[in-house]
């Protein structure tokens, strides 16, 4: 990829929409590609089923995942992405509105970079997604390429 993609997984259509806005009022004008359920993004990160053909070793410069989704859990998903040497250091933040402790817990025991509740308010929304694109887009140094 040449261009620093960010993978959101998230099924609810309003979430979509407030990040895309976010995104746009922080000035984060990377490609946003879409996903709405755990296994459209592992067939997207994988180059499977409707990607196929896609090469993963193309992975997102950044993932933003949400933990309940449909057919594949969040936290399944990220548990196969760290089980797989391809996608093991791919910058993955956890994008949830999950207040349980068990959810928290469970992501950072699968490795996740980051573990983020979304706040209600947009404003504060607003500026969470502008420093995360700060940090993982432009700050931080993307991980070597498993050879």
Do not use: C
Request: overall charge negative.
């Amino acid at each position: 990829m040449t261009e620093k993609v960010i993978l959101l997984v998230e099924d609810n259509p309003s979430d979509i929409d407030l990040t895309r806005r976010a995104l746009d009022k922080g000035h984060i004008l990377n490609e946003l590609i879409v996903v709405s359920d755990g296994q459209e993004a592992l067939d997207y990160l994988f180059g499977q089923g409707a990607f196929a053909g896609r090469d993963p070793a193309d992975f997102p410069t950044l993932t933003l995942l949400d933990l309940k989704m449909p057919k594949v859990s969040g936290l399944e998903v990220l548990r196969r992405v760290r089980s797989d040497p391809r996608t093991r250091r791919m910058p993955v933040v956890i994008l949830t509105s999950s207040r349980e402790e068990q959810d928290m817990a469970e992501g950072y025991d699968l490795g996740v970079n980051s573990y983020i509740r979304k706040p209600v308010d947009f404003e504060h929304f607003v500026r969470s997604v502008a420093q995360l694109g700060l940090y993982w887009l432009v700050l931080n140094e993307d991980p070597p390429k498993v050879k």
